[in-house]
């Protein structure tokens, strides 16, 4: 079993920063081998891919946010994260931690990221 847990959300001004932070922990085998990813979920609407980074270093983002976030890995400390710049009140949602591996798809529980002045 693999558990995962988001911090770092919170209410931010428009055109600020925060940083997100993910944590694996429970029966890993090889955290290099999970494709690790951000997803969002705003009122109303379904969950989205912000951003990836897969196993083989490589990483993807939504149009929406291009520029603005980077995903990072630390494999040796088991986290990911997910830096968000020049917040924008539409950023605002439940972001989601998700990793993808022959040992299954697991979710975080999520935390709260409200962009509001």
């Known amino acids: 079993q693999v558990q995962l847990v988001e911090s770092g959300g919170g209410l931010v001004q428009p055109e600020g920063s925060l940083r997100l932070s993910c944590e694996v922990s429970?029966?890993?085998?090889?955290?290099?081998?999970?494709?690790m990813g951000w997803y969002r979920q705003a009122p109303g609407k379904q969950r989205e891919l912000v951003a990836a980074?897969?196993?083989?270093?490589?990483?993807n983002y939504a149009d929406s946010v291009e520029g603005r976030f980077t995903i990072s890995r630390d494999n040796a400390k088991k986290a990911t994260y997910l830096q968000m710049n020049n917040l924008k009140p539409e950023d605002t949602a439940v972001y989601y931690c998700?990793?993808?591996?022959?040992?299954?798809?697991?979710w975080g529980p999520g935390t709260q990221v409200t962009v509001s002045s």
């Open positions: 429970g029966s890993i085998f090889g955290i290099h081998r999970m494709n």
């Open positions: 998700n990793s993808r591996s022959w040992q299954g798809d697991y």
């Open positions: 980074a897969t196993s083989g270093g490589s990483t």
